[in-house]
């Protein structure tokens, strides 16, 4: 230990030294960015409606967030959302989110598993936070989100005929996103 180390530690001034992680960070982000983009799934469009769900059980209409998405380049993916023979049997899916603040973006990180509790495939699914922002608003509050490959069609109960697969979405992490991001300028 040297005289010049301990007083940059007890309080003199700083060395500036170029550290490792400086340099690794633009290679980090480009790895996490391919990384998300490899998983990714195109979000056509998104609603915030009034629907039932379950008709057969209290008929409620319940606010709820859909999104459409595109999935034609993803078959696991499509069969998954369709329902086809043999996909319905996957249990759950895991999500989280990752947020980007100076884009602002979040980011739905879905692992679908298969019924050993491994991962069958994954999708991410991207929000703009000035686009979409009062769908993520909603979304925060409910916490289920519906994935549909196609338009949302809604019978004249408000219940829905479009096939569509809800999955629930941790609501704390992207309520505290939405209350951190400044309001978007009104022109």
Do not use: K
């Not at 940059?8 to 290679?27: E, F, N, T």
């Not at 980090?28 to 039932?52: C, F, G, H, K």
């Not at 219940?159 to 505290?176: A, G, I, M, N």
């Amino acid at each position: 230990m040297s005289l010049r180390w301990l007083s940059s530690v007890v309080g003199g001034r700083r060395i500036a030294r170029p550290g490792v992680r400086r340099r690794m960070a633009p290679l980090a982000q480009r790895d996490l960015a391919a990384e998300i983009d490899a998983d990714a799934v195109q979000v056509e469009r998104v609603w915030a409606r009034s629907v039932v769900r379950a008709p057969d059980a209290d008929g409620a209409a319940e606010r709820t967030v859909i999104a459409w998405i595109d999935a034609e380049t993803r078959p696991d993916v499509m069969a998954w959302l369709e329902g086809r023979a043999g996909v319905e049997a996957l249990p759950g899916v895991r999500t989280d989110w990752i947020f980007f603040p100076a884009t602002p973006e979040a980011i739905l990180i879905g692992v679908v598993e298969d019924g050993t509790g491994e991962a069958a495939f994954r999708f991410n699914l991207r929000f703009s936070a000035d686009r979409y922002r009062r769908y993520l608003e909603v979304l925060s509050g409910t916490g289920l989100l519906g994935l549909t490959t196609g338009l949302l069609l809604l019978g004249p109960e408000r219940q829905l005929e479009s096939p569509c697969t809800f999955v629930e979405v941790p609501t704390r992490p992207l309520r505290d996103f939405l209350r951190e991001l400044p309001a978007v300028p009104v022109v």
